[in-house]
Nanobody
Framework: VQLQASGGGLVQAGGSLRLSCAASGRFFSSYAMGWFRQAPGKEREIVAA????????YYADSVKGRGTISRDNAQNTVSLQMNSLKPEDTAVYYC?????????????????WGQGTQVTVSS
């Protein structure tokens, strides 16, 4: 599967962004999907993940209550709605995929990665 992330940009603190990830290839509904982010000088970290059918979701504590992950298996897309953005949300955001039951949360568990989209939150 190939992944293409989009939707990043420059936003003021308190604003919102909706990130999207379009997948090409077959059997998208077989994949658990995740959103990760990586800030300069920091390790890549999980933001949110969703199971193959959307029945299970995981959110990192840092975005819980501010982020919503969703997927549309008919359109081969997964989205991350981020509200009440903070400067510490500034990072490159990546979508990732793996054929796996549940909601994997570790970077090493994912097999496929998109190219990343930059999110910059100004104070």
């Amino acid at each position: 599967v190939q992944l293409q992330a989009s939707g990043g940009g420059l936003v003021q603190a308190g604003g919102s962004l909706r990130l999207s990830c379009a997948a090409s290839g077959r059997f998208f509904s077989s994949y658990a999907m995740g959103w990760f982010r990586q800030a300069p000088g920091k390790e890549r970290e999980i933001v949110a993940a969703i199971s193959w059918n959307g029945g299970s979701r995981y959110y990192a504590d840092s975005v819980k209550g501010r982020g919503t992950i969703s997927r549309d298996n008919a359109q081969n897309t997964v989205s991350l709605q981020m509200n009440s953005l903070k400067p510490e949300d500034t990072a490159v955001y990546y979508c990732a995929a793996v054929v796996r039951v549940g909601v994997p949360t570790k970077y090493s568990e994912y097999d496929y990665w998109g190219q990343g989209t930059q999110v910059t939150v100004s104070s």
